[in-house]
């Protein structure tokens, strides 16, 4: 049983700590330890951060870009190996941890660039004897916490924004699936990162985030994880001002109106449902169908589904593998028997699947649904599609804002005028417009209220690790 380790400084430490497991979900199987590091790790990698942001500030956005290019070279030959760990440690589906691979080093090759675009600006002077200027200076020492759904590019989207702009970071990666993000930063030493500049401690999240949060050597924290989580780190971010960006929870509509190509609708809904087994922070998580295509849709789309392969995400023709532990297996059913408690009805699946000792749950299309039923309120974060008939336009709109949600939203209409009319007035900070699988690093990802705070990907996700100084120059 490989015991994995922590990185501080440029050392690999915490082998004397005790560890915690890392279970494969799809068998119930140990597959390696890491340490449970706390306040005297944090601490450390904090310390080696703020020293090593003094050299690594100052050096030119080129050599920044050098080796963050290193890295993108050495994730997409290491594609393999970091697809394999990924998939034993959560359970993606191995072709969409290839996948996730890719889209993880999209970030790395897409700022690596982009740290050689933070440009100052000159203001037109209200007077002659001052000049104006806006000086871009990296925020600081960042702390970056991420989920176990996208353990690579969930990681990466912080790391290459926040090391491009000239910060240092310290990674507290889930304990969920931490492995990944241990091997990345394998791959960063041999990039060659200066030791310091990339730290990656494991453990006891609330002790290691209750250090983050009470030393002032870090200036930034970038959350991504649940918006419960999320509130925590504002309350604590307070006191001392720290900055910070949220990625949070999503419980997106998906809206399909009677002028919507049905085939496309189903492919849409496939792409976005059924992803990660359904546990996407933008998956659909609501499926609004008008009534003139309702039926039509909920056949075609039953069909597919039934069509999925559930099973071990090693295996290559599995399209579904394991929930990610039993609490989110737990989670599930309950939704599912809540709603059919309430008078929904099962298209489709709507029950676990015992294999091997893992965590699995059938691909499931529930009809019937309401507005009262808890999966129409909460996420899921399980491959359950429920499916609700709509007459008009503005009673989808209704139901798609009713929600403290507000990351992602889809809408299938062939009509351009009256999709554009439907998505201003849709709450949400992304939308797939006929379209399922809208992320991409060079765009701007992240959500209205209670799903975050500021964006990632695209020029405003370095934005969020840079300050602007303003310089008032006297030329008297
Ligand atoms: N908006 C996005 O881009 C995005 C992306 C992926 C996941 N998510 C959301 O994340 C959630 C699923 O991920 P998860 O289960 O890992 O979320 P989570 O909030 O349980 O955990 C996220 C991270 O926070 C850590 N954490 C837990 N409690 C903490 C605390 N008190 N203080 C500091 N850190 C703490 C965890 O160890 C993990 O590293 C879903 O809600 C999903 O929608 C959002
Ligand atoms: O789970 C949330 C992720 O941000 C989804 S994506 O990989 O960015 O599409």
Redesign the pocket.
């Known amino acids: 049983m490989k015991q994995y380790l922590m990185n501080i400084n440029g050392k690999w430490v915490g082998e004397e700590l005790e560890s915690l497991d890392v279970i494969n979900p799809a068998s119930n199987k140990k597959i390696g330890t890491v340490p449970i590091g706390g306040k005297e790790e944090t601490t450390k990698a904090i310390d080696a951060a703020y020293v090593a942001f003094e050299s690594w500030s100052k050096r030119t956005a080129y050599e920044r870009t050098a080796c963050l290019k290193r890295l993108h070279g050495l994730m997409l030959e290491h594609q393999e190996e970091l697809a394999q760990i990924m998939t034993l440690e959560m359970g993606k589906p191995i072709k969409e941890s290839r996948g996730e691979v890719n889209y993880a080093a999209t970030f790395i090759e897409w700022f690596a660039e982009e740290g050689k675009r933070v440009y100052g600006e000159t203001i037109p002077s209200h007077a002659d004897n001052k000049r104006l200027q806006v000086w871009k200076k990296p925020v600081g020492v960042v702390a970056a916490?991420?989920?176990?759904?996208?353990p690579a590019a969930?990681l990466t989207r912080k790391m290459g924004p926040a090391l491009a702009a000239g910060c240092t970071v310290i990674i507290?990666?889930?304990?969920e699936s931490p492995i990944t993000a241990i091997k990345l930063m394998e791959l960063c030493e041999e990039a060659g990162f200066p030791k310091g500049v990339i730290n990656l401690v494991t453990g006891s999240?609330?002790k290691i985030?209750k250090t983050i949060m009470e030393n002032p050597k870090v200036r930034k924290i970038t959350f991504?994880?649940?918006?419960e989580?999320g509130k925590?780190?504002i309350r604590q971010s307070a006191d001392q001002v720290k900055r910070l960006s949220l990625?949070?929870?999503?419980h997106a509509p998906f809206i399909i109106l009677d002028d919507a190509t049905i085939d496309k609708a189903v492919a849409g809904v496939m792409a976005s449902k059924f992803r990660n087994a359904g546990q996407t922070?933008i998956c659909a998580n609501r499926i609004y169908v008008q009534s003139g295509i309702y039926d039509a849709f909920l056949e075609k789309f039953a069909k597919a589904v039934k069509k999925l392969n559930v099973g071990d995400g090693t295996n290559e023709s599995v399209d579904i593998g394991p929930l990610i532990n039993r609490a989110g297996l737990d989670k599930v059913s309950n939704h599912v028997k809540d709603a059919v408690s309430k008078g929904a009805s099962v298209v489709t699946g709507g029950e676990p699947i015992t294999n091997e000792g893992g965590v699995f749950y059938a691909p499931t299309v529930i009809g019937d649904v309401k507005p009262s039923m808890i999966m129409m309120q909460e996420?899921t974060?399980g491959p359950v599609a429920p499916v609700q008939k709509i007459e008009t336009d503005e009673e989808a709109i209704k139901l798609a804002n009713d929600t403290p949600y507000g990351?992602a939203a889809y809408l299938f209409t062939e009509n351009v005028a009256r999709g554009t009319q439907v998505i201003e007035q849709l709450n949400y900070g992304i939308v797939g417009w006929n379209d399922g699988a809208p992320s991409a690093a060079q765009v701007p990802?992240g959500?209205m209220k209670e799903?975050?705070i500021g964006r990632e990907g695209g020029h405003e996700g370095i934005d969020a690790f840079l300050e602007s100084q303003y310089v008032s120059i006297g030329m008297n």
């Open positions: 916490i991420t989920p176990w759904n996208f969930m507290k990666p889930s304990s999240s609330s985030a991504t994880g649940s918006t989580v925590i780190l990625e949070l929870g999503g922070c996420e974060f990351l990802f959500g799903s975050g």
